[in-house]
């Protein structure tokens, strides 16, 4: 089983920046893709960004691209998403989430973290 936890609990005015993290704890990272979504009330969970096993590839969904940047360090067994000149419509639950498989789907990933709150003002 693994479990993963997330940081980095934001407000940030439009335009700014912030940096997530999550942690994974149970199994070997690198045997994991991993992806970051994210849910505005009222709406479906959003694919954000996904990077592969290695680190070698990623993708992202088109409304970050070019703004937001997805890693990992698997020596430290976290995933990051930095994200750069953000809009209020980022505004969020963001989830990093585990899985075996490469998508871009929620249906995709074995394992979620808890989720955690990112505020944009305008």
């Known amino acids: 089983q693994v479990q993963l936890v997330e940081s980095g609990v934001g407000l940030v005015q439009a335009g700014g920046s912030l940096s997530l993290s999550c942690v994974v704890f149970?199994?070997?990272?690198?045997?994991?893709?991993m992806g970051w979504f994210r849910q505005a009330p009222g709406k479906e969970r959003e694919f954000v960004a996904v990077v592969s096993f290695s680190g070698g590839s990623t993708y992202y969904g088109d409304s970050v691209k070019g703004r937001f940047t997805i890693s990992r360090d698997n020596a430290k067994n976290t995933v990051y998403l930095q994200m750069n000149s953000l809009k209020p419509e980022d505004t969020a639950v963001y989830y990093c989430?585990?899985?075996?498989?490469?998508?871009?789907?929620?249906?995709?990933?074995?394992?979620w973290g808890q989720g955690t709150q990112v505020t944009v003002s305008s």
């Open positions: 989430a585990a899985g075996r498989r490469w998508g871009v789907t929620a249906t995709t990933y074995d394992a």
């Open positions: 149970g199994r070997t990272f690198s045997n994991y893709n």
